[in-house]
């Protein structure tokens, strides 16, 4: 998810007749050959794509003039809408980052024992989503609802995006600068939060970034738990009017809010960029030590984990046992199997989707690009009920045959999840010098073939993680999916929904358990999927 | 083998200038090394005539083929041409000999014979076939990726700073085990180096580049002995420079009358002394007289640098090379003869007053 | 080969196994199958699936289930328009019924099937009919609100004194019925100042078994659902009802509303026959007869047909007088809209 930033270190200087070694020529812009057309047509294609569910809905919501959209906007459900939002998003972020960061720290930077199980362990949560989560909290604590039980569900669920990529980076920081900052006097709690803080800031972000952004489109838990934001209400306008004006001036509304998300983060980025990785060795970071404080940090831990993981797994196993008498056990294997097909292939799909708009980002970063990009970003941060409705629209109206095929349904999965496929593809991209592709050029390749022989081989395995984090993500997807599976065909999600929507939780269970066991090794991905550094 | 030919190449990057108008001919089987400081342009040359970049004007000829010129474009891997990066670039999920049979048709990347042949040619043992890039020195991987470059028998090879990421034993190895291969293969070589021994060692004709021009171009020794410049003349090694008066064949300097019989015509001018013409002697021994003001010791040799005893108001500064051994102290006085002859520039016919100065070196 | 080039293969081959796998998986999933009859079913998904699979087997043509709610799937129809993929359509309660009709989307049911159901349960127009009826009801806590201090009508709800007592799946369908029935029979400015106090005083469930949940376990007192959901419950095993009791409203109160679920062929059906057959069977005897032994609970509509046993009978109700085929949806939920509710 995040390029190691490395140092160079300086060479020594040799003897004077041969002057010290300098750096190499800054090799700018690589526009001597260009970026090809068709792949920037590809991107444009991909971006038009993304970009269809927003107009629609902008269409639909000014159908009837601004002045009606503005009375549809200006009443106090909106507003009650915004505060439950925008404090959800805060609190659920504020406390992502205190967990994710204090965990990636105690199990990167610290004696902390066990620090290979942790990393496990604290990325695991991702493989339960968050609707189950919030079924197994309810199950287990009754009158959890509203605010606190809504910030409390999707803390434990999304604080790994942030746990992840921080963790990551801290593992693969280098020591010198902690070193300086020590060296100026700085103690090692100070060093942390001064140096180390800050050369985390672009995974922080990221992170955070992506929980936001799954907490604006987020609905299951959130019904679940009682607690109304934009998504629920545009979720119960659906209920209410199939395709409603009201509920696509809620929609605006909540792009807005996700623009400006993306805004502060871009804000916040600042001008820190990915660094490239250099030649030089990465000094090993050297570990905090704990003492007495290390009973203290292992209980945090494993209260966590327990809460993150423990809960689901005991409130999951104890409705299995109960399951027989419910379940029509002839239903999982239909269900799960529709679910790895739709999964499979729409995990193809979007990270082939993202290689043209990657590409031009990690060789050119043109301004072309990077609209690309924001582009793939707003539209995924629609609720999946926005984007199936412009869908719906759009093939009822334009290509009928398509109408409720798992085609549209791929295309919308590729919409909403296309984001998380584009910072794995960049990053695999980034970490493959391009100087390969020259090589195999001048050895014969036209360049087709020597991106089929060397780029891509070595990009594989680093898109492998974002297959996986969209693979996940297409097997819990909710909402899109109700509405836009073909007739007859339903995955573990809205199966696992129909059951938990009546509360009864046997016959949810096996659904969730079934979840939970394919997402399982998928998280794997997530941990060992990241590039291999390229050989300099 | 072929002749390399550049004529009137301009080029630039993203709309800035780099190249103004490049002329350069490399003979066939013969090896240039085009010098010059980072972000001169050399780099830039060099992808040019790979095929990575458009000339914005003039031809790169390969033989009697122009592959770049306007209306001409001839991709890289058309080009025939082998080309070794500084960092090698070789392909990390490859092993060894697929590396190097890469640019080999398919059904010759099987047989081994071939690799076998230039791992030997490069002077690395066969059982490196199976080994992957990143278990290599960088010794190694330079070697390899010249073997890879060399596999498709190529009619011209261009060495983009290939040794600069070497340790400085390991940069001579290789230099060596590079250079005895290329001569094998009698290819064409163009060499891109920063490095003056590099260049002047590794190299039949040296081209100095600077700023995107080519400001002087021949054979190692004489543009080491004869630099049309001042710049030429420290972008091979250290220089004194001293002004001075040219007349019948003799030229007067802080130094003395020293004899120039290659430079002709007479006036103001500037004369080139190499730091190891300079001979250090007893403060007696000849009239010419300096002070030690800087000494640089490397071991094998030493860095001297000397204010010369006033003279006629111009208290001019030279820098001499001893052995290491014979290092003078600081502060004390020496003696300085000139060995063989200075080299004598920029002749004013108008006599002028002239100040003598050394050009510092990097 | 090295070991990079065995993971490269491995991924294709996955990927390959994969994309052909699922692309005949999914034709076998549901791709859409026109050949079969195709119901847009709002009801409950036991309920339609016991009538699918025996119509099924009766007569022999395959039937396909598309699930969703009233609201959004009859405007779903209404957008799909004249190609609509649907056949027969089934709701929960009238008004969604009512929309579709409006659109003039309906075709006239056969007079053999209106004649099997009660003629109350038939609109004039005879594009649709009544095939299951269910009655409000106020599911309570004993334990936290006596049987003597229940609100003595529905609309009594929205007094001070039960603020914070009562919940309801406002966003729900069956809700928006029961908010019809009290628009039709109090009139827009009770209904509105009712669903204020609703929007201030209720707590809002999910769905009628939230609901009622929420009032077993004690944190609501009361709530408002329709009655087969406490029926379906104590027959089974009380987890969700065994706190709580019923009260109805009677007295034609807008809280004793009978909702009629109904069904219709589209006129844009290409399995006409088949879907009129359908509506005929579910209508029918052995049809209606699903209601009373299934775990449905909901009351017949069907002539001749007695309800389960265990409901008090439908004409003790005393519901109020409510033409069923009047009710329509946009109105009230633009009063629920204004109330804030949605």
């Known amino acids: 998810m995040t390029t190691a930033p490395t140092s160079t270190a300086p060479t020594p200087s040799g003897p004077a007749p041969t002057p010290g070694s300098t750096p190499p020529p800054v090799r700018s812009g690589r526009r001597g050959v260009g970026a090809p057309l068709p792949l920037r047509a590809a991107a444009f294609l991909v971006a038009l794509v993304c970009a269809l569910p927003l107009v629609v809905v902008a269409l639909k919501a000014f159908e009837a003039g601004a002045g009606d959209a503005f009375a549809l906007v200006w009443r106090p459900r909106v507003g009650e809408l915004l505060g439950n939002t925008v404090s959800l998003v805060v609190l659920t972020c504020v406390i992502s980052t205190v967990l994710g960061v204090g965990a990636a720290w105690l199990v990167e930077r610290t004696s902390l024992p066990g620090a290979s199980f942790w990393r496990i362990a604290l990325v695991a949560p991702l493989a339960v989503p968050a609707f189950v989560n919030s079924f197994a909290w309810s199950a287990l604590v009754p009158g959890l609802e509203g605010l606190a039980g809504a910030v409390i569900v999707t803390s434990l669920s999304y604080f790994p995006f942030v746990f992840l990529p921080v963790a990551a980076l801290l593992r693969s920081l280098d020591q010198g600068l902690e070193d300086a900052a020590r060296a100026l006097g700085l103690g090692p709690w100070r060093t942390f939060a001064r140096v180390g803080l800050a050369q985390v800031r672009p995974a922080l972000l990221g992170g955070v970034l992506l929980v936001a952004l799954h907490l604006l489109a987020e609905y299951g838990a959130l019904e679940m738990l009682r607690f109304p934001t934009f998504t629920t209400a545009i979720l119960d306008q659906f209920e209410v009017a199939f395709d409603s004006r009201s509920g696509s001036v809620l929609a605006v509304v909540l792009m807005g809010i996700a623009v400006t998300v993306l805004t502060l983060e871009l804000l916040a980025r600042g001008r820190a960029r990915h660094a490239r990785v250099g030649s030089g060795t990465v000094r090993r970071a050297t570990r905090t030590r704990l003492g007495r404080a290390t009973s203290l940090a292992l209980l945090g831990l494993t209260t966590l984990t327990a809460l993150a993981i423990g809960v689901p797994a005991w409130s999951i196993g104890k409705w299995l046992s109960r399951a027989d008498q419910a379940m029509e056990p002839a239903n999982l294997g239909p269900t799960l199997w529709s679910t790895l097909a739709l999964g499979l292939v729409a995990a193809v799909v979007t990270t082939v989707a993202t290689f043209p708009a990657a590409w031009l980002i990690a060789r050119s970063r043109s301004w072309f690009a990077v609209a690309v990009e924001r582009v793939t970003y707003l539209a995924a941060s629609l609720p999946g009920v926005v984007v199936a409705l412009a869908l719906i629209t759009l093939t009822i109206g334009l290509v009928r045959p398509l109408y409720q095929t798992a085609t549209v349904l791929v295309v919308a999965y590729v919409i909403l999840f296309i984001p998380r496929a584009m910072v794995a593809t960049r990053a695999a991209i980034a970490a493959v010098p391009p100087e390969l592709g020259d090589a195999a050029r001048t050895l014969g390749d036209r360049p087709v073939r020597a991106f089929l022989r060397v780029q891509l081989p070595l990009m594989l395995r680093g898109t492998m993680a974002g297959f996986a984090l969209v693979f996940i993500a297409v097997t819990t997807e909710l909402t899109a999916t109700l509405l836009l599976a073909p007739t007859g065909t339903q995955t573990l999600a809205t199966a696992f929904w129909d059951a938990s929507a009546s509360l009864d939780y046997a016959a949810a269970a096996p659904y969730a358990a079934a979840l939970v066991v394919l997402s399982a090794p998928l998280t794997y991905l997530l941990l060992h999927g990241k590039n291999e550094e390229p050989l300099t | 083998m072929k002749t390399l030919q550049l004529s009137g190449i301009t080029a630039s990057h993203s709309g800035t200038p780099v190249l103004h108008g490049i002329d350069l001919v490399v003979p066939a089987g013969s090896t240039t090394a085009v010098l010059g400081p980072s972000g001169c342009g050399k780099t830039t040359l060099l992808r040019v005539v790979a095929g990575f970049l458009r000339p914005d004007a003039g031809h790169v000829r390969v033989g009697d083929d122009v592959v770049a010129g306007p209306g001409t474009w001839v991709a890289p891997e058309k080009r025939g041409l082998g080309y070794v990066a500084q960092e090698g670039n070789l392909f990390p999920h490859l092993d060894v000999a697929a590396n190097i049979s890469y640019g080999l048709p398919r059904r010759e990347r099987r047989a081994r014979a071939r690799v076998d042949e230039l791992l030997e040619l490069v002077g690395l043992s066969g059982d490196l076939a199976r080994r992957r890039p990143d278990q290599l020195s960088g010794g190694q991987q330079q070697r390899v990726a010249l073997a890879r470059a060399l596999a498709r028998r190529p009619r011209i090879v261009l060495l983009d700073e290939p040794f600069s990421a070497l340790d400085p034993e390991l940069r001579v190895a290789t230099r060596e085990a590079v250079a005895a291969a290329l001569a094998h293969e009698q290819a064409t070589v163009v060499l891109v180096t920063h490095d003056q021994a590099e260049a002047l060692s590794f190299a039949d004709q040296v081209a100095i580049m600077h700023e995107g021009r080519l400001t002087q171009v021949g054979a190692p020794v004489d543009v080491y002995r004869a630099p049309s410049d001042r710049r030429s003349a420290v972008s091979l090694g250290e220089a004194c420079f001293l002004s001075g008066q040219l007349r019948d064949g003799v030229v007067t300097c802080a130094l003395g009358a020293l004899p120039a019989p290659l430079a002709s015509g007479s006036g103001a001018c500037e004369v080139i002394i190499r730091p190891e013409q300079l001979r250090l002697g007893d403060p007696a021994a000849s009239p010419c007289v300096a002070e030690v003001t800087r000494t640089a010791f490397y071991g094998h040799d030493a860095l001297v640098e000397l204010r010369l005893d006033d003279h006629a108001g111009d208290r001019a500064n030279v820098c001499a090379r001893t052995l290491g051994s014979e290092t003078p102290p600081i502060g004390s006085r020496v003696s300085v003869r000139v060995i063989g002859e200075p080299h004598v520039i920029a002749i004013h016919e108008a006599p002028s007053l002239a100040t003598a100065e050394t050009e510092p070196q990097n | ?342």
């Open chain 3, 1 to 342: 080969m090295t070991r990079r080039q065995m993971m490269i293969l491995a991924a294709a081959a996955v990927t390959t196994l994969g994309l052909s796998a699922c692309s005949s998986s999914l034709e076998a999933t549901g791709e859409l199958d026109a050949s079969k009859l195709t119901i847009y079913s709002a009801q409950h998904k036991n309920l339609t699936e016991e009538w699918a699979r025996e119509f099924q087997d009766k007569s022999g043509v395959k039937v396909q289930i598309r699930y969703g709610n009233d609201s959004s799937m009859g405007t779903q129809i209404v957008q799909e328009g004249a190609s609509s993929p649907a056949d027969v359509f089934l709701t929960e309660n009238s008004p969604a019924m009512t929309t579709v009709q409006n659109a003039g989307l309906l075709a006239p049911v056969d007079a053999a099937t209106v004649a099997q159901v009660g003629a109350e349960y038939v609109p004039s127009s005879k594009n649709w009919v009544g095939i299951a009826a269910r009655s409000t009801v106020l599911v309570y806590n004993p334990s936290k609100i006596s049987e003597a201090q229940l609100p003595k009508s529905l609309m009594d709800l929205a007094k001070p004194e039960f603020a914070g007592k009562w919940g309801a799946a406002a966003g729900g369908a069956d809700f928006q019925a029961i908010a019809s029935a009290v628009l039709a029979t109090q009139g827009e400015a009770k209904t509105s100042e009712w669903l204020a106090a609703l929007k201030s005083g209720a707590k809002i469930y999910q769905n009628n078994i939230a609901t009622m949940k929420a009032v077993n376990a004690g944190q609501s007192p009361m709530g408002v659902i329709y009655h087969y959901y406490w029926y379906r419950d104590q027959a089974l095993d009380k987890e969700s009802s065994g706190n709580t009791k019923l009260h109805y409203f009677k007295n034609e109160d807008p809280g004793a509303f009978v909702s009629l679920s109904g069904g219709a062929v589209l006129k844009s059906s290409k399995h006409a026959a088949d879907a009129q057959k359908f509506l005929a069977f579910i209508t029918s005897k052995d049809g209606q007869q699903v209601l009373a032994s299934t775990e449905a609970k909901e009351y017949a509509v069907g002539k001749g047909v007695a309800s389960d046993p265990a409901l008090p009978p439908l004409d003790s109700l005393q519901a109020p007088k409510i033409d069923p085929f009047t009710l329509t949806g946009p109105r009230v939920i633009e009063l629920m809209t204004k109330a804030g509710i949605l």
